[in-house]
């Protein structure tokens, strides 16, 4: 059984931590260690480490290494540029295929949250033997807690039957990120669940659901399959990219797919999507406050608030509903509920090209 | 005609730039000179430096003098405790008398910020010349835009005449900070003014009414009168010092005294007493957004609000009425409005015995 970690993505919804360095999974934003360690400590219980490949591009290669000592260097799949996740499954399917001919492939996000690992584990290992059982094609569904639409959703069909003591439902379909009317009624239904991006299949099932839904992909990894290990690897992978179009597997595949199953991830998941995210997640006092480990603040008259800052004291007075976030060179004082608009904040500085603070 | 800067006070409402080696007359709180530089060019043209006193604490006197290389050292007049400005003009008083015999004696405080400078020193001189022709005790009333109760109330009487051009009223009482509703009365009358804390009389009317409303304070003086200039000048202070009273000037002295004369001061004056009196006084962008020389600062929906931070690159996304105040090692974010609650924080810090921060 071989682990996936996708660990592509930019997190401008991180700045001023995440930084075009120091994407979001690279960075300790819950707890102390980066979201990437969390995620490799995560599945190692489960997954040795020389079977826990990482994908990743080349600006963050050398700093993934460094925080992953027990991964595997020959482990880390770079990718040229980033096209999307069906691509980004499809070349990591092709090395697993590689080493062992056909296997479990448990595609994993690198930057979300478990509150129960365990239980996380558990999960995960039924939807392996799901996968093997029905070569089907299996999700991990998220219990929504409101109408998000940043998140696709996955209707739930009937009940399958139970592998290890977990539910196993098929699926009805998957949809798209929906708009805010669409949610409420998936939301209110109680029928849909949050795709989480966590998927597990046999390595030959999705590279035929990829040929299938997927034809200008398919031709390409056969090209990428052919090169593999031999001396022009590198330029067969960058000449595929070069033209492949950027597609998610979500939109891609598993929206087309038939042979489609979901398991309830029922084990405190986060997609820690922003740093309003990131307060909703984090332990607070009696006033709402919330203050990532090392800094030190002082609160007078103020609720509900999250700070972090390693380096300076921070008082607050009178305020409430404020994200703080220091960093070397920057500070970021915005609204709980606005953090959405920090991407706002990159886009001005990308524009004004202000090299020092992106 | 001599000067008499009180260079005192602790400004600990602005934490965390002023510290206890940096009361708030040593920054550059408005423009880019400190406030009592500003105090020193403002009535430069008017009195020359040699007659330019300056009262001060130990802790403060040598970053005083390096900032004021103008002034000259023997000018420098330290107290060995703060008792509050009755005890400080009083000594203030008796240098200037050892210096010239009798004079007029202008009192300014250290920290104010005044709009209209020319206008100022038009006023200041005609207060002089009252102070002389009536061997009289002045002071200068602002017209009040507030209920305020953090200043003592001067009750203008009648027209007493024009000095070059500036109206002179009798005071009727002189009222120490009232409670709210009586401010509100006050400032409803049209007839109370704010008392600016600037003083102008002559050095033997001064100590003339000392001695009739302060008679301890009085003693003091004469014990310290005849050190003065002598090897015991230091000791006899101290030990005048230990036992005297805080008492201020206003209620000392001006609430009981008669002959009491009063000018407006519609100079632009502002007491900067706090970082919401900054906010008002500061130049704002159409947002309302207050960004101090040699900040950097992005806002994003972000409304008037007042940014100081030479140091880092602050964003602000989606706030409103904030003071953020960046040092090297704390950093100030207060609802505007509460930056009274600023005294607080250093209330905290001094009860935790954190010295850094202080």
Same mark, same amino acid.
């Given at each position: 059984?071989?682990?996936?970690?996708?660990?592509?993505?930019?997190?401008?919804?991180?700045? %001023?931590?995440? +930084?075009?360095?120091?994407?979001?999974?690279?960075?300790?934003?819950?707890?102390?260690?980066?979201?990437?360690?969390?995620?490799?400590?995560?599945?190692? %219980?489960?997954?040795?480490?020389?079977?826990?490949?990482?994908?990743? $591009?080349?600006?963050?290669? +050398?700093?993934?290494?460094?925080?992953?000592?027990?991964?595997?260097?020959?482990?880390?799949?770079?990718?040229?540029?980033?096209?999307?996740?069906?691509?980004?499954?499809?070349? =990591?399917?092709? /090395?697993?295929?590689?080493?062992? &001919?056909?296997?479990?492939?448990?595609?994993?996000?690198?930057? /979300?949250?478990? $509150?129960?690992?365990?239980?996380?584990?558990?999960?995960?290992?039924?939807?392996?033997?799901?996968?093997?059982?029905?070569?089907?094609?299996?999700?991990?569904?998220?219990?929504?807690?409101?109408? /998000?639409?940043?998140? &696709?959703?996955?209707?739930?069909?009937?009940?399958?039957?139970?592998?290890?003591?977990?539910?196993?439902?098929?699926?009805?379909?998957?949809?798209?990120? %929906?708009?805010?009317?669409?949610?409420?009624?998936?939301?209110?239904?109680?029928?849909?669940?949050?795709?989480?991006?966590?998927?597990?299949?046999?390595?030959?099932?999705?590279?035929?659901?990829?040929?299938?839904?997927?034809?200008?992909?398919?031709?390409?990894?056969?090209?990428?399959?052919?090169?593999?290990?031999?001396?022009?690897?590198?330029?067969?992978? +960058?000449?595929?990219?070069?033209?492949?179009?950027?597609?998610?597997?979500?939109?891609?595949?598993?929206?087309?797919?038939?042979?489609?199953?979901?398991?309830?991830?029922?084990?405190?998941?986060?997609?820690?999507?922003?740093?309003? =995210?990131?307060?909703?997640?984090?332990?607070?006092?009696?006033?709402?406050?919330?203050?990532?480990?090392?800094?030190?603040?002082?609160?007078?008259?103020?609720?509900?608030?999250?700070?972090?800052?390693?380096?300076?004291?921070?008082?607050?007075?009178?305020?409430?509903?404020?994200?703080?976030?220091?960093?070397?060179?920057?500070?970021?004082?915005?609204?709980?509920?606005?953090?959405?608009?920090?991407?706002?904040?990159?886009?001005?500085?990308?524009?004004?090209?202000?090299?020092?603070?992106?």
């Amino acid at each position: 059984m071989y682990a996936v970690i996708m660990a592509g993505g930019r997190g401008a919804r991180f700045w %001023p931590r995440s +930084r075009e360095k120091k994407p979001k999974h690279l960075l300790d934003i819950v707890g102390t260690r980066t979201m990437i360690q969390e995620t490799v400590d995560r599945i190692k %219980p489960l997954i040795a480490p020389k079977n826990i490949l990482i994908v990743t $591009g080349k600006k963050h290669a +050398r700093e993934l290494i460094r925080q992953l000592p027990e991964v595997f260097a020959k482990n880390i799949i770079i990718e040229p540029e980033g096209k999307n996740t069906a691509a980004c499954i499809g070349l =990591a399917a092709l /090395h697993i295929q590689k080493i062992t &001919g056909d296997d479990i492939m448990i595609v994993l996000p690198s930057d /979300h949250a478990i $509150g129960y690992p365990d239980k996380y584990r558990a999960v995960i290992s039924a939807a392996a033997q799901t996968a093997a059982q029905n070569n089907a094609l299996v999700t991990i569904g998220i219990k929504p807690t409101s109408p /998000h639409t940043g998140f &696709g959703y996955v209707e739930q069909g009937e009940l399958s039957g139970q592998v290890s003591g977990e539910e196993v439902f098929r699926v009805l379909s998957i949809r798209e990120k %929906p708009d805010f009317p669409q949610a409420q009624t998936f939301v209110q239904s109680g029928k849909f669940y949050w795709n989480s991006g966590m998927f597990i299949w046999k390595t030959s099932a999705i590279l035929m659901e990829i040929a299938r839904w997927l034809p200008d992909l398919n031709k390409g990894l056969i090209k990428i399959e052919k090169a593999l290990g031999s001396d022009k690897e590198a330029a067969t992978i +960058r000449g595929v990219y070069k033209r492949l179009s950027s597609i998610s597997i979500d939109y891609g595949v598993m929206e087309k797919a038939n042979n489609t199953f979901m398991l309830k991830g029922d084990f405190g998941w986060s997609d820690v999507g922003s740093w309003d =995210a990131v307060y909703e997640i984090s332990a607070k006092d009696d006033n709402g406050n919330a203050v990532t480990t090392g800094s030190s603040v002082i609160f007078e008259d103020t609720e509900n608030s999250l700070v972090y800052s390693p380096q300076k004291l921070v008082a607050m007075v009178g305020v409430k509903d404020l994200i703080v976030v220091e960093t070397k060179n920057a500070l970021l004082i915005c609204k709980k509920g606005a953090s959405q608009d920090i991407k706002k904040v990159v886009e001005t500085l990308e524009a004004k090209k202000i090299k020092k603070y992106l």
